[in-house]
Every structure is written in C-alpha cells, then in structure tokens.
C-alpha cells in the first residue's frame, strides 16, 4: 500500500453558484485547518485554494488539469472534508474522496455564531 500523500483534503464549496469570476467566501478553510492542527497536530493538510488562489483565472484545460488532479490527490490522502454550507451539487471531487484506502469521507459542519441584537 502506498503512503497518503496528505492526512486531510479540505474539499468544499469554491465557485458554487457563483457567477464569473465570483467565488464564495473561503474563510471556512482556514476554521478546519486551523480545527485539524489543534487535534492532530503535525497533520498535513492540503488546501486546493491556499495552492491555486488564482484559479478563477486559469484557462479552461489549466483548470480541467488542475480539477481532476484535486480529485485524484484527494483519492490519496486519509482523510477528505467537505463543507457544504447549502445544497449543492457533488462534485467530481467529492465522489473520488469516497475512493480513498480507508473509505473514510468527513464532513465537517461549522454554524456561524448568531449576532445578538
């Protein structure tokens, strides 16, 4: 059996409904990073948009490239966590993480906290 390249995949929402080259918020990212870390520290963690932050910009087969090689590394790692704050389709990413050796998907859901008025 070959080594998991990363212990976690953060997956989850990057351009969703988005229109253009509009992407949703991204600061859940560093909420599950930061929540692994303290768990499990030394983990590694791979994070599609903290390595690719312009790929709004990449041309269609950069991007093409760059989405199935997520998919395929996300097959790799040991563990995969999506967030998903609203329905959403799945994605191709999503599914391959059901792939991984120990069959281990995650989800991760983080509640904003309510303003008090």
Known sequence: MQPFEYDVFIGGVIQGSERGRSIAPQD???RIRAA??????GA?????VACHPS???YGLERARQTFFGH?????????F?????EASTVSYTHLRAHETVLDLVCR???EKKKERK
Do not use: F, K, Q
């Not at 998919?71 to 563990?79: H, K, P, V, Y």
């Not at 966590?81 to 704050?85: E, G, K, R």
């Open 81 to 85: 966590i999506a967030y998903l704050p």
């Open 71 to 79: 998919a395929a590394l996300a097959a790799r790692c040991r563990a």
């Open 108 to 110: 991760l859901l983080l």
């Open 55 to 57: 790929s709004i910009d």
């Open 36 to 41: 692994v870390e303290a768990g499990r520290p």
């Open 44 to 48: 590694t963690v791979y994070d599609p």
């Open 28 to 30: 859940y990212r560093t």
